[in-house]
Structure formats: C-alpha cells, structure tokens
C-alpha cells in the first residue's frame, strides 16, 4: 500500500529555498531512505512519513500500538483520531495548534517540543502573518497567500518564507538580527526520549524537531 510520504531539500542542497513536497510511494522508499543515510549529514534531502493514521497500518502493528487507557477514560472517552511518524533525524513540524487534546509519545530517538499557551501562540502567528506580507504590502502589491492559524503541516507552512519565519520566531535567539527573546520567554519545552509521553492541552502551540541520530518513531492520539 502507498503511504503518503513528506520530501524536504534544504537550501543548500535545493540552490535556493527549502523545498517541499508529498509523494505516495511504498514502505520500501522510506525504510530504504533511512537505511542508507548517513549520519554525518544532516544537511541532505529528508523523507518523513508523518501524521500516518494508525488505523491504515497492517493489523499487526496496529496491536503494537493499542489506545492508551488514559486517553480511553479521559474526557468523552472518544478517539478522534491517531498517528504514526517515522523518519530519520533531523525531522521537523512548524509551529501549528491542534483542534483536540493530543497525547504524544515517543518511540524511538529523540524529539524536541516547544510549546506555547493560546494566547501567545495566536500572536506568534498573527505577527509571523504581518511580516510575511510587509514585503508585499511596501511594493503596493496583495498578499502572496494567507495563512490557516489551525492549518496542520499545510505546504504554505513546510517551505518558503512562511516557514523561515516560523521557524526563527519559536527557535531562535534572533530574527532578521532583532533579538528574540520577548517571544522566547514564554516557550516552554520537553525533550522526549524513547517511552516518554508529552499531554499537549487542546489549543495549546507546538513545534517538534527529531534531533540527534537515526530512527525517530513517534505516535499520538487526538481525543475528546
């Protein structure tokens, strides 16, 4: 069966912007990707497959990843939906908001999650809006796009200058060399290793990154 699989080339590889696309391709692609790359670059072309329902997995892996109990009893007791994502560090998600409580865990390899309360997360994303348009605006000409706040991994986030600025606001000490830290201030952040679990609270912002070597697995359950 084909899955859904997430291309990035970073800049240096693509000669310009990072590059996005999805393709659908079998297992073997992937677990071929993995196999051969080397971990003394992290810099080449990734292949991730990412926010795979579980419920399209072969039944055999399914029962390696039954439902969590809590998420089971908490709340309405309603599974909205579930993932699978697996890869080979470094990975990455933008900063994005999730319509429902998200139990996040981690199954292989490392990941980094910065997160920030609603409220700081919406203006995050209206100030990354406003930036990403000046240019426009100072020319006299419309807006390229505009952008989802709930939109879940969308192209428009995965590449260009949307994810540049993303990216720096909830990463880095500096943007555009202005300093950074009235928005970093109010981040906060988990380090997950294998078996650890991260609750992310419905509404709450959050970016992940795979860091480290090798394999990244990690699955979630959406619920109600």
Known sequence: MPLALEITTPAS???????????????????SHIDS??????DTQS??????????????????LPTPDLVKLAGKGDLYSSSLWLGRSPTYTPLHRDPNPN??????????IRL?????????????????HQPQAE??????????????????????????LLHDLVWCESLDG????AVLQHAQQARLGMGQVLFIPKGWWHSVKGIGDGVTASANWWFR
Not at 116 to 132: N, S, V, Y
Not at 139 to 161: I, Y
């Open 139 to 164: 020319k006299g000409l419309p807006a390229e796009h505009h952008p989802r706040s709930a939109s879940f991994r969308g192209e428009e986030m995965m590449m260009g200058r949307e994810r540049s």
């Open 103 to 112: 139990l996040f865990v981690q199954l292989a390899g490392t990941k980094v």
């Open 116 to 132: 920030f309360r609603p409220e700081i997360g919406d203006a995050i994303f209206d100030h990354m809006t406003k930036l990403l």
């Open 178 to 181: 202005r300093d950074n830290s």
């Open 47 to 64: 292949i991730y497959l990412a926010q795979h329902d579980l419920r399209d997995l072969p039944q055999v892996l399914q029962d390696d």
């Open 13 to 31: 590889e693509s000669g310009g912007s990072v590059t996005f696309d999805r393709i659908n391709a079998p297992l073997r692609v992937l677990l």
């Open 37 to 42: 790359k080397s971990n003394e670059r992290t």
